[in-house]
T-cell receptor, first 115, second 112 residues
Framework: DVKVTQSSRYLVKRTGEKVFLECVQDMDHENMFWYRQDPGLGLRLIYF???????EKGDIPEGYSVSREKKERFSLILESASTNQTSMYLC??????????????FGPGTRLLVL | GDSVTQMEGPVTLSEEAFLTINCTYTATGYPSLFWYVQYPGEGLQLLLKATKADDKGSNKGFEATYRKETTSFHLEKGSVQVSDSAVYFCALSRGSNYQLIWGAGTKLIIKP
């Protein structure tokens, strides 16, 4: 079974702190994604990566950056956390070879509260 | 641009009732369509998918048919159980890259 793990289930940070969210997948997938999930808005893509050291902006990249130094690990960075970044953050991965038809596999999510 | 619209929730049903969750989409080209489910405290997981018009996806008693003429992909189940209580998301694939466009999600509550 594909397994996607995220470093924390719950996180509380202060405004202005730098926040790192880690995601690891164990199925050698090329693609990895970071979403945020907010009630009534569904999932919104922040960034995705289709290869090591490659990244592309999603729909809402402002205030976030990412890092992919190894194929299995994709990190989301909040450079200076703000209260409007309080949300559920979901990481996903998918294999590349069949393109857009491929299933995405999700981690359990990190619920971040910024005070 | 491409978009997905789902019926608003929560949807509350009694056990063994018939379920329909509506999903319509706007897209150029020929997207693939997906239903994902998020059980309480868990990550999203694929429930079913359809990759071309008139395809029917099915899994765990749920079904959805890709209707290009009505741009719809409604989720149905003949007899729901309490264990089906979850949030259901409709999504479509976006063009030649690997992104999905998501509906807002529909919370389903099944009462015994």
């Amino acid at each position: 079974d594909v397994k996607v793990t995220q470093s924390s289930r719950y996180l509380v940070k202060r405004t202005g702190e730098k926040v790192f969210l880690e995601c690891v997948q164990d199925m050698d997938h090329e693609n990895m994604f970071w979403y945020r999930q907010d009630p009534g808005l569904g999932l919104r893509l922040i960034y995705f990566s289709y290869d090591v050291k490659m990244k592309e902006k999603g729909d809402i990249p402002e205030g976030y950056s990412v890092s992919r130094e190894k194929k299995e690990r994709f990190s989301l960075i909040l450079e200076s956390a703000s209260t409007n970044q309080t949300s559920m953050y979901l990481c996903a991965s998918s294999p590349q070879y069949r393109g857009p038809k491929e299933t995405q596999y999700f981690g359990p999510g990190t619920r971040l509260l910024v005070l | 641009g491409d978009s997905v619209t789902q019926m608003e929730g929560p949807v509350t049903l009694s056990e063994e009732a018939f379920l329909t969750i509506n999903c319509t989409y706007t897209a150029t080209g020929y997207p693939s369509l997906f239903w994902y489910v998020q059980y309480p405290g868990e990550g999203l997981q694929l429930l079913l998918k359809a990759t071309k018009a008139d395809d029917k996806g099915s899994n765990k008693g749920f079904e959805a048919t890709y209707r290009k003429e009505t741009t719809s992909f409604h989720l149905e189940k003949g007899s729901v159980q309490v264990s089906d209580s979850a949030v259901y998301f409709c999504a479509l694939s976006r063009g030649s890259n690997y992104q999905l466009i998501w509906g807002a999600g529909t919370k389903l509550i099944i009462k015994p």
